[in-house]
């Protein structure tokens, strides 16, 4: 069983839906839960950054945690075609190391 | 303000050849991260290190990988006689860090990476 399980998609939206994307994870150790949005040949660029468990919103990104569940998601609202990338979940131990799903790949519609 | 930079962007080594890949962190930046990309998987952790230190080379492998980052001048990840399931995107990531709360997670960034290919 991976560590960090994340549904590889690839997920089709038309413009203005909302995107809902997964994580989940076996390590309950995990404290700190990121998300990247990477676009092709490019580095992952850090989206949203949560500690614990709760909600978290900035913009049009949403990001919740459920340390119960061991379950995290990332909702965009409003999705734009610019959105469309591959977005990983990531999560860590009170350490430096990161442990990331395989990403999700997102294409909004015009 | 530049961010982290790799170079090359892509290589190309035939097995048993030697890969050098490049990392300029952030500035002001004085920890490097290195990651690996399969198809179809996510990034590993490869090796965490700090100028002249490494910290932590534990999602190494044993054999014919190494890191280093000089006091001057770039982090280098070098592979020795690469072998075909070498082929992959390395990323390098660098972060700042505070004495009263070690490297900044959330505040990690990327390169482009440098796509390997072994023919």
């Known amino acids: 069983q991976k560590e960090v399980e994340q549904d590889p998609g690839p997920l089709s939206v038309p413009e203005g839906a909302i995107v809902s994307l997964n994580c989940t994870y076996s390590?309950?150790?995990?404290?700190?839960f990121m998300w990247y949005r990477q676009y092709s040949r490019k580095g992952p660029e850090l989206l949203m950054y949560?500690?614990?468990?709760g909600n978290k919103e900035d913009g049009r990104f949403t990001a919740q945690v459920d340390k119960s569940s061991k379950y995290i998601s990332l909702f965009i609202r409003d999705s734009q075609p610019s959105d469309s990338a591959t977005y990983l979940c990531?999560?860590?131990?009170?350490?430096?190391?990161?442990?990331f799903g395989a990403g999700t790949t997102v294409t909004v519609r015009a | 303000n530049a961010g982290v930079m790799q170079n090359p962007r892509h290589l190309v080594r035939r097995r048993g050849q030697e890969a050098r890949l490049r990392c300029s962190p952030m500035?002001?930046?004085?920890?490097v991260y290195w990651y690996r990309q399969l198809p179809e998987e996510g990034l590993k952790f490869m090796v965490y290190?700090?100028?002249?230190?490494?910290?932590?080379e534990s999602g190494m492998p044993k054999e014919r990988f190494s890191a280093e980052f000089p006091k001057e001048g770039p982090s280098i990840l070098r592979i020795q006689q690469v072998v075909r399931g070498d082929s992959a995107a390395y990323f390098c990531?660098?972060?700042?860090?505070?004495?009263?709360?070690?490297?900044?997670?959330?505040?990690?960034?990327f390169g482009s990476g440098t796509q390997l290919s072994v023919l």
């Open positions: 990531a660098s972060s700042p860090y505070r004495s009263d709360r070690g490297p900044l997670r959330e505040k990690l960034f």
């Open positions: 390590n309950s150790a995990f404290q700190y």
């Open positions: 949560t500690y614990s468990s």
């Open positions: 990531a999560m860590s131990t009170n350490d430096y190391k990161l442990s």
């Open positions: 500035k002001g930046h004085s920890h």
């Open positions: 290190l700090q100028k002249e230190n490494i910290i932590d």
